[in-house]
Every structure is written in C-alpha cells, then in structure tokens.
C-alpha cells in the first residue's frame, strides 16, 4: 500500500532549518511528502505558522489546527527596531512621545518586540502613540492611544519606510529590516546599533529567545493520521540538525560568513549548547511569555495556555 501524501507548506521555504524539506534531504517517516509555498491552511496539511496568528485565531475559538513542538523561526527582535535619525531617538526611553507604527495588530514581531520594550525596558506605553494598519488600528488598554494609518498596496514593509521618512512616524517595529536601513539610509537607524550585544544581554537577563513559526497541522489532517504530529516533529529535529551540520559539519556549506562556526559556539556559550530544542521542557519559559504579552496586548481576551496548543503526544515525545 502507497504511503498517504503528506502536504507541508512553507512560509519561509529558504530559510536553513526548512531548506532540508524543500531540497529532498529529509522526508517524513509513513508519508510521501510534498512541499508547496504556503496560500492558506486550506491548501495544505502542515505548515510553519505565525505564533501571533495561531493566538488570534485559538482566541477566537477558529483555531482547527494543532500544533507540534518545532520552531523553525526564531529571532531576537530588538534588532527589528528602527527609527528616523531627526527623530531623537537614540535609546528605548526616547520612545516615549513618539509615534510608532507597527507591521499588524497580532504581528508576532511586534508582540515580542513590544513584550521587551514594556518588561525589560520599562516603556510607558501610554505616552506612545501607536500607529496601526486600517482595520487594524485598535487600542489594547484605556490608557493607550492608537491611530490608523493609510497604506497604499504593495509591501507593507516599504509603505511603513516611506511613513517613516516622510515623518508620518518616528519608529517602526517591524518583522523584517526596513528597506532604508538595508541600504544604509542615513536617514534612518536601528534603535540598537549593537543589536548583537544587546540581544544576548536580554537573554541573559530573561531566558526569552522569541519565537516566530510554530509548525502546526490541520486537525482533520491529524484524526485520519494521528501519527502525523510525531513523524513530523521527528523529521523536523533532522532537519534541524542537517541546519546545524551545514554550518558546523566537516565540510560546511556556509561559505560566506568565515567564521559561522565560531559564530555558533559563541551562541551557545550565551544560551546553552541545545538553545534550538524542538520541544516544549527547553523552551516553557518563552512559550509562557507569548502567552503573557498576546493578553496584555489585546491579541488573546484571556491569558491562554500554552499547553493547549500542542497535541499531546508531540509534546510529550523525549529529546530535542
């Protein structure tokens, strides 16, 4: 008997802990896999979802889906604010006063990034205005000011640049680096120039290393194959691996960055030799902060439990 077809859309197909599906190394164990770009849930069987938008949708109560304890996507998000250079902004207390947009009301970049911003850094956020997307444009508290901003189609990451140097607004926390900052736009700044340092600092101080996908399924998926969840945890820890071995393996593949590999071993002299753990033990303390900072920010009515979101015998599968 053929194995069932296993249908696993990608976000983000390039990125080095996906690449090992899209490019034929790893397979998924019972399954004939097929990768696709990612058009929607409905298309597809499993795929490397928004975290903000599986809090959106379980608060909702349309949440269909299921989740496995793999994260392909995590990045520190101090690094994704930036701000005009007449602005005055040059350290996170300048923030106050200011207006600053964001990408998405439940953008999980902004949730991360806002969580640092408020705890770590001890923000007032009702001295902010928070700039919004249309629809988006909604307040999570009765002492925060939001307005709504017109964009225009095309990329929202290049509409927000163009805001930000007209001086619609003076910062952007955004999910990826702003057009003018790539090119070195003198205009236009990181707030953390250091954002290595500083990022490392935060975990230090925290144990939070963000995460941006959390590899989810389709629950009809899951009740005609309830061994999908695990097969599928298990080959994205291979492909986990095969990420690491191509820039840490004997012949790495890496070859523009010279030192990737010391790279890495200064990573895990910061946050451990296991700090990309696809399971839940390693990594409770950054799964409970989206769960505290998605409720303070209006994403979720009520704090939610992590635990819900994945199925159980992922979540309890031993290892790494």
Known sequence: MANPKFRLGFREPDIDTNRPFTDGTVTID????????????????????????????????????????????????LAYIFARTDAGIEKPKDLEGKRVAMFAWDNTAAIWSRGALLHHYGIDFSSITWILPGAD?????????????????????????????????????????????????????????????????????????????????NKEFVDKHPDAPVALLEAYRRARDVAFDRIYGSDPEIVTISWAAAMMDEQRSVMGENYWAYNIDDNANTLEAMMDFAHQFGVTPT??????????????????
Request: charged residues 25%; aromatic residues 10%; proline residues 8%.
């Open 30 to 77: 019972g399954f004939d896999l097929e990768c696709s770009n990612f058009t929607g849930p409905e298309h597809i069987d499993a795929w490397d979802a928004s975290f903000g938008g599986l809090m959106t949708t379980k608060a909702k109560d349309e949440h269909p889906y299921v989740s496995i304890p793999a994260y392909p996507n995590r990045k520190f998000r």
């Open 137 to 217: 444009a909604r307040s999570w508290g009765p002492d925060i000011t939001v307005e709504s901003l017109a964009l225009g189609p095309g990329s929202r990451d290049a509409a927000l640049d163009e805001k930000l140097l007209s001086g619609e607004v003076d910062a952007v926390l955004g999910p990826n680096v702003l057009p003018s900052v790539s090119r070195k736009d003198p205009r236009t700044h990181r707030l953390f120039p250091d954002y290595r340092t500083e990022e490392q600092n935060y975990f230090t101080a925290t144990g939070i290393f963000p995460i941006s996908h959390v590899v989810s399924l």
């Open 303 to 320: 704090k939610l439990e992590y635990q819900s979101f994945f199925h159980p015998e992922a979540a309890a599968l031993a290892g790494l």
